[in-house]
């Protein structure tokens, strides 16, 4: 990109955080976290965050930080840490590439495939409804009930790739998602797989979120595919955080809902460097990225505290997204709907306010390359402009704006 675009591509997304409410905090080993490349992060009972390092575990209560490692904690069996989960119970469990870990908060005990674990190169860790601690692995699927453990593999009926997520649905039934293999639904007895010829969009699955309509949201390696409560393919997503043509799906790292029904996604495109957070409000995208404050772009985790508060964990360190609900009513207290968005070349604009407006698209040099008076509820424009990624900008007689960021495909 030349020099001008860029200076003009900051000065719009500059503009376009300015018009919202959100805020990002960051924090890194200058304040007190153990190792600025987290993997992974979990929030216990008390609402500490535990965060997993490349060097170690950090623990945030809010105000201070608690450091573990071999160093400080003996019975811990690695560093680097791959997986964290805290139970019901507050016990902490850690998943690394040599086996998994309990801290009770006093001891540590380890496993490993000495003691039954499948494999000890632990991707994912969750608590089941009933108590269970279920490890995506690398070769599989194991289930520790306290005492004995349960182990399945490619022999059980699973597909290759192992489990590197894992999600329990209204019905108890358990949705893993493979490495490889798909997204897999769990009965505690069969394997059902749905992979591309079910409508997944891709078989690489590295996320699962299930709202309350007991659909099933999957991240997968370019983008979202939806399965209604029938289990039956609803719709995908591929454009959550809006790039450029032709780079334009989005590899899902994570995904999960906050207490709003709102949908927060993590997505890390690594050929680009290029990551970031995206929000789904049930009809519109909204994107975060480092122009917003986000701390970088290499996306490994996302967790939702009880207040709402948007924990993201990079390659960087952590950054803590909060007034997001403030956010949301401001960019949508105009109720205007943009769509279709993408698109090829019209889209269409529904206001339902009486008010006079004025319609403005931007390119990424601030250039506006349309722009019409307004005062009719709903209004097609046709934009006769190249493929690329765009800025609506709609202001009405009260000097309140609407920005959007749009895409010309």
């Not at 997968?220 to 409560?229: E, H, K, L, P």
């Not at 990624?389 to 010309?408: A, G, M, P, S, V």
């Amino acid at each position: 990109m030349r020099k001008s675009s860029t200076i003009a591509l900051i000065f719009i997304l500059s503009y376009f955080n300015y018009s919202h409410s959100q805020t990002f905090t960051n924090y890194t080993v200058a304040d007190g976290l153990i190792d600025n490349s987290v993997s992974c992060a979990s929030i216990d009972n008390n609402g500490s965050i535990w965060f997993g390092t490349q060097n170690g575990i950090s623990k945030f209560d809010g105000s201070n930080w608690e450091s573990h490692t071999t160093t400080t904690d003996p019975g811990m069996i690695d560093n680097t840490i791959t997986s964290i989960h805290t139970t019901s119970n507050n016990d902490l469990w850690i998943g690394t590439d040599f086996g998994a870990c309990m801290y009770s908060g006093q001891n540590w005990t380890c496993y490993t495939t000495n003691e039954g674990l499948g494999d000890n190169r632990v991707k994912y860790i969750k608590e089941a409804p009933d108590g269970k601690i279920w490890f995506g692995e690398y070769d599989g699927l194991s289930i520790f009930d306290g005492s004995n453990w349960t182990t399945y593999n490619m022999s059980s009926g699973l597909p290759f790739g192992g489990i590197q997520h894992i999600e329990f649905d209204s019905n108890g039934d358990a949705w893993l998602g493979s490495g490889f293999g798909g997204l897999i639904k769990f009965d505690g007895t069969n394997f059902n797989i749905y992979n591309t010829n079910n409508g997944l969009i891709n078989t690489i699955v590295n996320s699962i979120a299930i709202d309350g309509q007991n659909k099933k949201w999957t991240g997968t390696a370019t983008g979202i595919s939806v399965f209604d409560n029938n289990n039956n393919w609803l719709k995908d997503y591929t454009q959550m955080y809006l790039l450029p043509p032709p780079d334009t799906l989005n590899p899902v790292i994570d995904l999960d809902f906050d207490s709003q029904g709102l949908l927060w996604v993590g997505i890390y495109v690594d050929y680009l460097l290029d990551g970031g957070v995206a929000m789904y409000n049930g009809f519109s995208w909204v994107d975060f990225n480092m122009s917003d404050g986000l701390i970088g772009p290499v996306i490994t985790d996302l967790v939702i505290d009880d207040l709402d508060q948007v924990w993201i964990t990079t390659g960087s360190g952590i950054s803590k997204l909060t007034n997001v609900p403030a956010q949301i009513k401001e960019k949508n207290d105009l109720n205007i709907i943009v769509y279709p968005n993408p698109s090829k070349s019209n889209f269409t604009i529904n206001n339902p306010n009486k008010s006079d407006y004025i319609v403005k698209v931007k390119n990424l040099n601030g250039e506006i390359i349309f722009y019409n008076k307004v005062n009719s509820p709903s209004i097609e424009i046709e934009l006769n402009a190249r493929p690329g990624l765009y800025f609506l900008e709609i202001t009405d007689e009260n000097n309140r704006t609407y920005t959007e960021k749009i895409i010309k495909t």
